[in-house]
T-cell receptor
């Protein structure tokens, strides 16, 4: 069974600085997808970024980028120019490419951006 | 598009009561799922469906039933509520190989 580990339960960063959230996963599959979801206090789950395992290039969405190391099974999220609105829980998630579309989540990292 | 909708937003039940959490999506997605979120645990899969008439169990299915008679709807039934089912419940839908779209969640308290 796949597992996802987020080793940082809580992190904080100053506004405008850069922060990196860690995620590692365990799988024997070669075809899969990785995601970062953001959950603000409103509770809504919001997709931040998506990475397909067969793509070598790291995904980027505006201030958010990932460092995908397939051999090391590592998928970290970098947030540049942190903003107060980035304060949220961040979940790393794994999905097998086999067609069931089931997500396996890490336990989350609570990020606080300080003014 | 309304996306994924869930009702109710909040619910309090007594131990032993039954209820149905409703979930609907208007994006014609074939895949739908139910997750529960507990403090410090992330989200865990309860049941999922790969299309109308097809459902399967996830990681934590005990105490819950699902059915999928239409593409749009995927209700979750609690047969006999227990305090251990106090949680926040999320419904999600997706197309194959794409991100999941989540509903706003239902906070359920069982006393």
């Amino acid at each position: 069974a796949q597992t996802v580990t987020q080793s940082q339960p809580e992190m904080s960063v100053q506004e405008a600085e850069t922060v990196t959230l860690s995620c590692t996963y365990d799988t024997s599959e070669s075809n899969y997808y990785l995601f970062w979801y953001k959950q603000p206090p409103s509770r809504q789950m919001i997709l931040v970024i998506r990475q397909e395992a067969y793509k070598q290039q790291n995904a980027t969405e505006n201030r958010f980028s990932v460092n995908f190391q397939k051999a090391a099974k590592s998928f970290s999220l970098k947030i540049s120019d942190s903003q107060l609105g980035d304060t949220a829980m961040y979940f790393c998630a794994f999905m097998n490419g086999g067609g069931s579309e089931k997500l396996v989540f890490g336990k989350g990292t609570k990020l606080t951006v300080n003014p | 598009n309304a996306g994924v909708t869930q009702t109710p937003k909040f619910q309090v039940l007594k131990t032993g009561q039954s209820m149905t959490l409703q979930c609907a999506q208007d994006m014609n997605h074939e895949y739908m799922s139910w997750y529960r979120q507990d403090p410090g645990m992330g989200l865990r899969l309860i049941h999922y469906s790969v299309g109308a008439g097809i459902t399967d169990q996830g990681e934590v299915p005990n105490g819950y039933n699902v059915s999928r008679s239409t593409t749009e709807d995927f209700p979750l039934r609690l047969l006999s509520a227990a305090p251990s089912q106090t949680s926040v419940y999320f419904c999600a839908s997706t197309r194959q190989g794409h991100e999941q779209y989540f509903g706003p969640g239902t906070r359920l308290t069982v006393t």
